[in-house]
């Protein structure tokens, strides 16, 4: 059998430059030591060209393929690693409830865990109308890991609000389970482009402290219009809606840490999620202070945070995972997409895509042609094991729910990890 040798030996610590004896092993011992080679396989080329990253997982005990070099080895299925858990928030606001139940069939999976919010602006029948969706639900109430935030928040997406609802979601995840991965939050106007067994299968082979967050240290015109101005934002003392208002003073940029910039949507360690609610060193709590008097802070918290913190700043990958549409020089809002942007988000790689109007065509384009779900129904998987005949919802029965069937959509996240993990993207993007 062909090994490998020169994998990433110190994740975290690689800028330290040590000479370390590197031994060959094949199949590496589950956890870190399988991370790290499986994050040095991604800057592996096949002597076409190819990348070789990774082994495609098994669909069947019997039955699996493998997307390397011919003359590797099939592994067996007890070695490879267990699939992740993913945790995710979905938040919407008034008129969402629709929107977000349909993202939430558009994501599921037993293993993976959910907390949904629609905020204040949202009626009470319509959050009701969603707790009762979550509370009758066959797969939901078999699986009990969809969480719906009864006591909403108000959320005002150019104040800290948003923040402070996403560290809530994170909270609560925290606190009923600690099975889970990563935190990736989403909106009600996000749809994602591949399966959850394409997901879960592609960050099978991934380190699990790695954190993709799209991130700059260039603040630019945000250092005059977001950093420099200070804002009260009436979300975090009233139960009604209204802008930020501004203060005439201004302050200057800070010196106790570095101001990082960059999307509002990501998917995070658990391990990073674990020190943002603890904050052990306090930098999570004094960087949130600064940021409550922040225009649009859910672009600048979690950046800050990451990339002040010795922890965690290696552990960065430059992206948000997203394909947005945007104007050049980009505005505040991205354009809405449809029908004529279907090729172009096949073609970026990315799992998500955003945003969309309510119920837009594209999406039920992207429902037929990448997901394969049916109206109404979560996207089948390998543990979706009922009959497809008539239109019939193969999940109604259900077996092993570890089991992963991916798709033409892991191929293309495939592409995309790799890229972000070569040796031209990964470090030299970090927090710079």
């Known amino acids: 059998m062909k090994k490998f040798k020169n994998y990433y030996m110190h994740l975290r610590?690689?800028?330290?430059?040590?000479?370390?004896?590197?031994?060959?092993?094949?199949?590496?011992?589950?956890?870190?030591?399988?991370?790290?080679?499986?994050?040095?396989?991604?800057?592996?080329?096949?002597?076409?060209?190819?990348?070789?990253?990774?082994?495609?997982?098994?669909?069947?005990?019997?039955?699996?393929?493998?997307?390397?070099?011919?003359?590797?080895?099939?592994?067996?299925?007890?070695?490879?690693?267990?699939?992740?858990?993913?945790?995710?928030?979905?938040?919407?606001?008034?008129?969402?409830?629709?929107?977000?139940?349909?993202?939430?069939?558009?994501?599921?999976?037993?293993?993976?865990?959910?907390?949904?919010?629609?905020?204040?602006?949202?009626?009470?029948?319509?959050?009701?109308?969603?707790?009762?969706?979550?509370?009758?639900?066959?797969?939901?109430?078999?699986?009990?890991?969809?969480?719906?935030?009864?006591?909403?928040?108000?959320?005002?997406?150019?104040?800290?609000?948003?923040?402070?609802?996403?560290?809530?979601?994170?909270?609560?995840?925290?606190?009923?389970?600690?099975?889970?991965?990563?935190?990736?939050?989403?909106?009600?106007?996000?749809?994602?482009?591949?399966?959850?067994?394409?997901?879960?299968?592609?960050?099978?082979?991934?380190?699990?402290?790695?954190?993709?967050?799209?991130?700059?240290?260039?603040?630019?015109?945000?250092?005059?219009?977001?950093?420099?101005?200070?804002?009260?934002?009436?979300?975090?003392?009233?139960?009604?809606?209204?802008?930020?208002?501004?203060?005439?003073?201004?302050?200057?940029?800070?010196?106790?840490?570095?101001?990082?910039?960059?999307?509002?949507w990501m998917a995070l360690s658990r391990s990073f999620i674990d020190y943002c609610i603890w904050g052990w060193d306090n930098l999570p709590r004094t960087a949130l202070m600064y940021y409550t008097n922040f225009i649009s802070s859910p672009e600048g918290y979690f950046h800050t945070v990451i990339c002040n913190a010795q922890e965690f700043k290696n552990t960065t990958v430059n992206s948000d995972l997203h394909y947005i549409s945007w104007d050049n020089p980009p505005k505040q809002h991205p354009h809405y997409l449809n029908l004529a942007d279907m090729q172009k988000m096949v073609d970026s790689n990315a799992p998500f895509a955003r945003k969309f109007h309510r119920e837009d065509p594209v999406m039920d384009k992207i429902d037929a042609e990448l997901l394969s779900r049916g109206p109404g129904m979560a996207v089948p998987g390998g543990w979706c094991i009922g009959s497809r005949e008539n239109g019939t919802d193969p999940c109604t029965e259900i077996g092993n729910t570890t089991v992963l069937r991916p798709g033409p959509g892991a191929k293309r996240l495939e592409t995309l990890i790799s890229s972000l993990l070569s040796n031209e993207s990964f470090r030299p993007r970090q927090c710079v």
């Open 13 to 264: 610590h690689q800028q330290q430059h040590q000479s370390v004896e590197r031994k060959w092993v094949f199949p590496l011992a589950i956890g870190s030591l399988l991370s790290l080679f499986l994050l040095f396989l991604a800057t592996l080329t096949s002597p076409s060209g190819g990348s070789i990253l990774p082994f495609y997982r098994s669909i069947t005990a019997t039955s699996y393929s493998i997307f390397v070099e011919s003359k590797l080895h099939v592994t067996p299925p007890s070695h490879l690693p267990p699939p992740p858990r993913l945790a995710y928030l979905i938040s919407g606001s008034a008129g969402d409830g629709a929107s977000v139940k349909r993202t939430l069939l558009a994501l599921y999976h037993p293993n993976n865990r959910y907390v949904v919010h629609l905020d204040l602006e949202a009626s009470k029948e319509e959050r009701a109308d969603l707790v009762e969706f979550v509370r009758s639900h066959a797969l939901f109430r078999r699986f009990q890991n969809v969480r719906v935030i009864e006591k909403a928040n108000l959320v005002t997406y150019r104040g800290p609000t948003m923040v402070a609802n996403t560290l809530h979601a994170a909270a609560i995840l925290l606190r009923e389970s600690s099975d889970w991965d990563w935190f990736i939050n989403l909106s009600a106007s996000d749809y994602p482009l591949v399966t959850q067994d394409d997901l879960l299968h592609t960050f099978s082979y991934l380190p699990r402290d790695l954190n993709f967050i799209d991130h700059t240290s260039n603040i630019g015109w945000k250092d005059h219009q977001r950093a420099r101005p200070i804002i009260v934002d009436p979300g975090l003392y009233m139960n009604k809606k209204q802008d930020v208002f501004w203060v005439t003073q201004r302050r200057s940029r800070p010196t106790a840490f570095k101001l990082f910039t960059g999307s509002a």
